[in-house]
């Protein structure tokens, strides 16, 4: 670790919320921490968490994210509470989030927790005396998704610095692609194209908040850049972020990734997806070597080990 | 000192009072004079209406004067409260709407304290936030923002919403 990583690890954020707040030093701290708990032998980790209590509270279903942080607290030797549907919490009978945050705090010595409502984490965090990591809020932020794709661009392209990225289908609602813009920003000399239909277009107020920090590109054509680009970040075109159906039928096939579009990149392209998928990338694709987004999706645990690993030390 | 008030025809008025022409008395516009309150001045035109709506000012008397002459302005809209200093928060939420204006505390008749009101840096409690979706909307949880200009924008420190001038304005609280 280089000194100016350490002195910005040592002001680490005491919670997990927004990948706005962290500096480049820090996303790179996190970075070279999963690199580090990706080789470390398992008896090693056990250690880590030995004797905490993690809480995680899932007040919105998700797989993924909650299963992947489940498993990197018992890799470290942690204990998991809470729930993975709200329906069985006291959150259904009516209770504030800032009384069941108030009541997890004095169970668990770090808190990790989805919600359906925006700026959850955020408040859980304002009221808590524990840390908080946010494992997303409604459309707002997912941090541990960016740092995720973060880590596993660096691990297969080896770089952050200069690559040339695609993101195609739901720029407009998909939140991922969102936070990997403004995480992007903050690594040098990085390519963007932008591939959506107009109805789903990168909102401008990120475009214009990154545009001297990114070259972007926009188009609405899959095909056009394929052949420049280092990185193809697919996205599902979710039903749940349309304000009606119609408009979602209208849009949902068109960017439907097969072996043929694939065949259009470089043969070192790596084709990334937040997951899960419903038909934007087919099957057949799975097993071309170009497809990382299982890997990508088990990154998710040395990643959620390394942020755990650094907020468990972490007084607030 | 106090604000210089107009006629709309370019002529002085006497604050309370009357002004004389010849045999001719003129009718005047009356603002009463304030001995303790607050005098905001320099308002942008039409903001005067507006900050009416924002403060809660229906036990005080308020002389509101608009589209009053001014060298500097070509127009302005000047606010007269008496017998009430402006909180913080109500000094925030007319700073979102009359940057820029100049806000006079009067004690015993005289000008004691003016300032030239600045956007905040950061509100709570100010506005609500325009996302239906946010925390501060579905629990008991006062909005807080970031405030930045040019253009003005407000930032919500829990769901990340920006809001531009027009939602900062309608969602004063």
Known sequence: ?316 | MLPKVHRSDGGPLRRGGEEMSGNRKKEIIRIKPIQNGTVIDHLNQGTAYKILEVLDLKDYTVTAAMNVESRKMGKKDVIFIEGKELSEREMEKVALIGKGATLNIIKNGENKTKTKLEYPKMVHGTIKCINPKCISNVEKVSGKFDITENPLMAKCVYCETRMNEEDIVSGIK
Do not use: W
């Not at chain 1, 090693?44 to 942080?69: C, D, H, M, N, Y």
């Not at chain 1, 005396?129 to 960016?146: R, S």
């Not at chain 1, 056009?224 to 680009?229: G, R, T």
């Open chain 1, 1 to 316: 670790m280089n000194k100016k990583t350490q002195t910005d690890s040592e002001k680490f954020p005491k919670d997990v919320l927004s990948i706005n707040d962290f500096s480049r030093a820090q996303i790179e701290f996190v970075i070279a921490e999963a690199a580090k708990m990706d080789k470390m032998p398992r008896d090693k980790k056990q250690k880590i968490l030995k004797g905490k209590v993690i809480a995680s509270l899932f007040f919105e279903p998700s797989t993924r994210t909650r299963l992947s942080f489940e498993t990197a607290i018992q890799n470290l030797g942690g204990k998991v509470i809470g729930f993975a549907d709200a329906d069985v919490s006291s959150y259904k009978k009516g209770e504030s989030l800032t009384d069941t945050i108030h009541t997890v705090e004095n169970y668990a010595d770090l808190i990790v927790m989805r919600h359906y409502i925006e700026g959850a984490a955020r408040r859980a965090a304002e009221v808590s005396k524990k840390p908080v990591i946010n494992a997303g809020d409604g459309a707002n932020q997912h941090p541990t998704q960016t740092f995720l794709d973060l880590y596993t661009i660096k691990k297969e392209c080896g770089k952050i610095d200069g690559i040339s990225i695609a993101m195609a289908g739901d720029l407009k609602y998909g939140r991922t692609v969102h936070s990997l813009m403004y995480a992007l920003a903050k690594f040098n000399n990085v390519q963007v194209y932008l591939i959506s239909p107009a109805s789903l277009k990168m909102p401008e107020y990120i475009i214009d908040d990154t545009k001297g920090k990114l070259k972007i590109t926009e188009t609405s054509k899959l095909d056009k850049y394929l052949d420049k680009v280092d990185v193809l970040y697919s996205t599902r075109i979710q039903k749940e972020r349309f304000p009606d159906e119609v408009e979602y039928e209208k849009v949902r096939n068109s960017y439907i990734i097969t072996p043929k579009v694939l065949g259009k990149g470089r043969k070192d392209l790596k084709l990334m997806h937040p997951l899960p998928r419903v038909n934007e990338i087919t099957t057949k694709v799975d097993d071309m070597p170009q497809a990382i987004y299982f890997k990508q999706a088990a990154n998710g645990v040395p990643v959620r080990e390394a942020l755990l690993k650094i907020l468990a030390g972490v007084k607030k």
